[in-house]
């Protein structure tokens, strides 16, 4: 594992540092706007007073914090996989290139001494059955601090909060009683706590630690001028009615609905999407203060 020299420091000197994951940048936004905004997480990471550690593959290396050629290269690449847990020690014994998930960059930032880690949406239960997100079990078992904007609005969310229990998932609303859906800031399904500052967020990792829990800390947060929940539910639905009738499935599920979902809203899943990922880089970087 290579960590950056920034990064290195930071930790030795206990200095704020929040991970961002690559899959979002390989795989979940288009070329060029995924590289814009990969360099716009680092610069919002920094303007809150943290240094920026984004987790990568190059050439079977896990970095920890990438140069801007780095960047650059993950994001332009062509042949980068999305490395999740069972497929990232393939990806790193081949030498291969590779964009990790919620899951895979929990692990690996556990792994770096890292405390907070900033995404956009989880993975999390799919309406078709036993497709489920590796994201859910593996935020078990890593002991950080993980800030999303919830769900993909495209998975079952009860379920996807009934898993989180499950497997003892510590869950908080910031600011919020209710499950945030991505790109709608709320859902009518309850949380069990609510927090209404970072130093609160912060608070809650510490006692998390004391009492030996091995599970993260999800701090979800809703998105600004995000779209009704009806809304979204009513594309949703929508796009899932075509995708049948069109007999897609598989892996070519979930980018035609999030396209269709972004056709259905005039652009304007897109717009929030962005939006959400740097108002969760910026509360990342403000908790990580705190535990700093
Ligand atoms: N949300 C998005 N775009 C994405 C992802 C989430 O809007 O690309 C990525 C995240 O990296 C998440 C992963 O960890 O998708 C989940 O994929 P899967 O359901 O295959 O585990
Ligand atoms: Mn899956």
Same mark, same amino acid.
């Given at each position: 594992?290579?960590?950056?020299?920034?990064?290195?420091?930071?930790?030795?000197?206990?200095?704020?540092?929040?991970?961002?994951?690559?899959?979002?940048?390989?795989?979940?936004?288009?070329?060029?706007?995924?590289?814009?905004?990969?360099?716009?997480?680092?610069?919002?990471?920094?303007?809150?007073?943290?240094?920026? =550690?984004?987790?990568?593959?190059?050439?079977?290396?896990?970095?920890? $914090?990438?140069?801007?050629?780095?960047?650059?290269?993950?994001?332009?690449?062509?042949?980068?996989?999305?490395?999740?847990?069972?497929?990232?020690?393939?990806?790193?014994?081949?030498?291969?290139?590779?964009?990790?998930?919620?899951?895979?960059?929990?692990?690996?930032?556990?792994?770096?001494?890292?405390?907070?880690?900033?995404?956009?949406?989880?993975?999390?239960?799919?309406?078709?059955?036993?497709?489920?997100?590796?994201?859910?079990?593996?935020?078990?078992?890593?002991?950080?601090?993980?800030?999303?904007?919830?769900?993909?609005?495209?998975?079952?969310?009860?379920?996807?909060?009934?898993?989180?229990?499950?497997?003892?998932?510590?869950?908080?609303?910031?600011?919020?009683?209710?499950?945030?859906?991505?790109?709608?800031?709320?859902?009518?399904?309850?949380?069990?706590?609510?927090?209404?500052?970072?130093?609160?967020?912060?608070?809650?990792?510490?006692?998390?630690?004391?009492?030996?829990?091995?599970?993260?800390?999800?701090?979800?947060?809703?998105?600004?001028?995000?779209?009704?929940?009806?809304?979204?539910?009513?594309?949703?639905?929508? =796009?899932?009615?075509?995708?049948?009738?069109?007999?897609? $499935?598989?892996?070519?599920?979930?980018?035609?609905?999030?396209?269709?979902?972004?056709?259905?809203?005039?652009?304007?899943?897109?717009?929030?999407?962005?939006?959400?990922?740097?108002?969760?880089?910026?509360?990342?970087?403000?908790?990580?203060?705190?535990?700093?």
């Amino acid at each position: 594992m290579l960590i950056s020299g920034e990064v290195k420091d930071a930790l030795q000197s206990d200095k704020p540092v929040v991970a961002l994951e690559s899959t979002v940048i390989t795989h979940g936004l288009p070329v060029p706007v995924n590289l814009k905004t990969a360099r716009r997480l680092e610069e919002a990471v920094r303007q809150e007073g943290a240094v920026p =550690a984004t987790i990568g593959i190059l050439a079977g290396k896990v970095h920890v $914090g990438l140069t801007a050629a780095e960047l650059e290269e993950l994001a332009g690449r062509n042949d980068v996989e999305k490395a999740s847990l069972w497929n990232l020690a393939a990806v790193v014994a081949a030498g291969k290139w590779g964009g990790t998930t919620v899951a895979t960059t929990a692990h690996l930032a556990v792994r770096a001494g890292i405390r907070v880690f900033a995404t956009g949406g989880i993975g999390g239960v799919h309406p078709l059955a036993y497709d489920e997100s590796s994201d859910l079990l593996a935020l078990s078992r890593t002991p950080l601090v993980v800030v999303s904007a919830g769900p993909k609005s495209i998975l079952d969310l009860p379920a996807t909060l009934e898993r989180l229990e499950s497997y003892g998932v510590g869950v908080v609303g910031y600011k919020t009683k209710h499950l945030p859906a991505f790109h709608s800031p709320d859902s009518p399904y309850e949380l069990p706590a609510t927090i209404w500052s970072e130093a609160e967020a912060a608070a809650h990792w510490r006692a998390a630690r004391e009492l030996g829990l091995p599970a993260a800390t999800m701090v979800f947060n809703p998105v600004s001028q995000g779209i009704p929940f009806s809304e979204v539910m009513s594309c949703v639905e929508q =796009a899932n009615e075509e995708a049948r009738a069109a007999g897609i $499935g598989g892996k070519d599920l979930t980018p035609y609905l999030l396209r269709r979902l972004s056709e259905l809203s005039d652009g304007r899943s897109d717009e929030i999407n962005l939006r959400l990922l740097e108002e969760n880089a910026r509360l990342a970087a403000r908790i990580a203060r705190h535990l700093a």
